[in-house]
Nanobody, 126 residues
Framework: QVQLVESGGGSVQSGGSLRLSCAAS????????MGWFREAPGKEREGVAI???????RYADFVKGRATISRDNAKNTVYLQMNSLKPEDTAMYYC????????????????????WGQGTQVTVSS
């Protein structure tokens, strides 16, 4: 089973940038699909960005043009670069891997993933 450890969160002002990292270890064959999700207080966990095994990527509408997901297979690490951050981006950000189904229609669904990191907090002030 894959283990995931996120880092890179923090507090920034509106318009700032952060790069989140997710280091995977263990049974890394499971990293065929990896993604970033976020969960704000009182809200459901939602998909932010997904990277498929062939390195194709997709983004939620609310981050399109502001975020880039990438992976370094040699380091078993996936990154999320976020720019032009807004206060509404404030949330706990989670890395996910080991998806059950590879169809794009399911990759933004949290229940599709079996492995999760502990999360890293992102706070954006106005």
């Amino acid at each position: 089973q894959v283990q995931l450890v996120e880092s890179g969160g923090g507090s920034v002002q509106s318009g700032g940038s952060l790069r989140l990292s997710c280091a995977a270890s263990g049974y890394t064959y499971s990293t065929n699909c990896m993604g970033w999700f976020r969960e704000a207080p009182g809200k459901e966990r939602e998909g932010v960005a997904i990277i498929h095994s062939d390195d194709t990527t997709r983004y939620a509408d609310f981050v399109k043009g502001r975020a880039t997901i990438s992976r370094d297979n040699a380091k078993n690490t996936v990154y999320l670069q976020m720019n032009s951050l807004k206060p509404e981006d404030t949330a706990m950000y989670y890395c996910a891997a080991d998806c059950r189904w590879l169809a794009w229609s399911l990759l933004f669904t949290p229940q599709n993933y079996r492995a999760w990191g502990q999360g890293t907090q992102v706070t954006v002030s106005s």
